[in-house]
């Protein structure tokens, strides 16, 4: 049976971020192609137009921050399906828990050591790769 390809729209801010993302996901042969939106307002620009199959949502953005992001695209009967991945450095002030009533579909914690980030990246791309879900 043939994956289908997996469209991936990825916010985040800072170049370092995604670069190692780039680097984590390149050591595998995932078929998959990767936007970038540095902020909110640059994901909801895309998404006038494009349906990812899933979103790698960093919290801390400039101009529309994560949760704003959430609140805003859940809103959207066209857009609200589209599975949302929190990747961040750090604990955040609102509760996971509250994330999750929010509508998202994972939270990951970025660990420092990057052969732990990128198993972590690669398990969620392989997951999502590999889900019924966006073969629809």
Do not use: C
């Not at 049976?1 to 469209?7: E, R």
């Not at 990812?52 to 066209?78: A, H, M, Q, R, V």
């Not at 949302?84 to 998202?104: A, C, D, F, P, R």
């Amino acid at each position: 049976m043939l994956q289908a390809k997996l469209k991936i729209l990825l916010i985040e801010g800072y170049e370092i971020e995604v670069i190692k993302i780039k680097r984590a996901i390149s050591k595998n042969n995932y078929d998959y192609s990767l936007t970038l939106a540095t902020n909110g307002d640059e994901a909801i620009t895309f998404l006038e137009e494009n349906f990812p199959n899933i979103i790698l949502l960093d919290l801390d953005t400039p101009k529309t921050n994560g949760i704003e992001f959430i609140s805003i695209l859940k809103k959207n009967n066209d857009l609200k399906h589209i599975p949302i991945i929190i990747l961040t450095n750090s604990e955040i002030n609102k509760s996971i828990s509250e994330l999750y009533k929010l509508g998202i579909a994972g939270y990951i914690l970025k660990p420092l050591e990057f052969d732990e980030y990128s198993s972590k990246i690669n398990t969620t791309i392989k997951y999502w790769s590999l889900n019924e879900f966006i073969k629809l």
